[in-house]
């Protein structure tokens, strides 16, 4: 498991991920965008997520790279109901990141039949590495496995932590079946899961797999699925980014361990 691969074995990646939604304007408002970017890419994390959907996240994403985009895989979106933004978006994401978006993915699903052809041609002209898609809520996932059926994506993107395992139904088999990346959302439950922290006593079990902190402990338990490859975990602080990319490193749970997390995120 330490080798993953991120869609169908064609672009190895790490399996941290920093996402962009709302934090990296929060990191701009106090002129701390660079440096987070910066510690990012210091602590080993490698993939970023970003989004039309996430405001000015995209221009200050690629205005942060500035010298380090060679060193990042970039995993942008469309999200428009319009065919013709779509491309708009697209053509924007790619002078933002030097030529190429190495994931772009359709965001929440929203018109995918109308955008996914023109990804598939931009793809063919090397603007575009991969083509995935994205949904956060589980009554979407029946679309969502109709587009992974056509074998016209590479990856998905879901939400996925012991609160919410819907994924574990349908979409996780499928994306194992298929041979699809998978990228987590919300890995710490929207912050959810962070107001009710074991005691340091009850994460000692986990210290041997190099877990001291209940984010990384969760981290850890998503990326421990040998069918998951990135977890993007938002952040505005960027002595916050060492950390996070610890709970992506191995060794990884055991079924134990795993069970173990969600004793700890259920009790109470």
Not at 5 to 20: A, C, E, H, I, K
Not at 115 to 136: C, F, K, N, S
């Amino acid at each position: 498991m330490e080798d993953r691969s991120l869609g169908r074995g064609r672009v190895s990646v790490p399996v941290v991920g920093l996402g962009t939604w709302r934090r990296l304007e929060a990191a701009a408002a106090a002129g701390r965008q660079d440096e987070l970017i910066e510690a990012a890419i210091a602590a080993g994390i490698r993939v970023i997520d970003t989004s039309p959907m996430y405001g000015t996240a995209e221009r200050l994403l690629s205005d942060a790279l500035d010298g380090h985009r060679g060193q990042v895989f970039i995993a942008d979106k469309v999200w428009t109901p319009s065919a013709q933004e779509g491309a708009a978006q697209l053509s924007r994401a790619v002078d933002w990141y030097g030529g190429l978006v190495d994931l772009m993915q359709i965001h929440n699903l929203v018109a995918w039949q109308a955008h996914l052809p023109m990804l598939e041609a931009a793809r063919d002209r090397g603007l575009v590495g991969l083509i995935g898609a994205t949904h956060y809520s589980p009554a979407a996932f029946g679309e969502l496995a109709e587009i992974m059926r056509t074998g016209r994506i590479d990856t998905v993107q879901v939400p996925y932590n012991p609160d919410h395992r819907e994924v574990e139904r349908t979409i996780l088999p499928l994306a194992d079946d298929l041979g699809l990346g998978v990228l987590l959302m919300r890995p710490l439950g929207e912050g959810q899961l962070m107001r009710r922290p074991p005691s340091p006593a009850q994460l000692a079990p986990l210290r041997p797999f190099g877990i001291t902190t209940w984010a990384q402990a969760l981290l850890k338990w998503g990326l421990s699925d040998p069918r998951v490859h990135v977890s993007l975990t938002a952040t505005a602080q960027p002595g916050r980014l060492a950390e996070n990319a610890a709970g992506g490193s191995p060794p990884w749970f055991g079924a134990d361990e795993r069970a173990y997390v969600l004793r700890l995120a259920t009790a109470g």
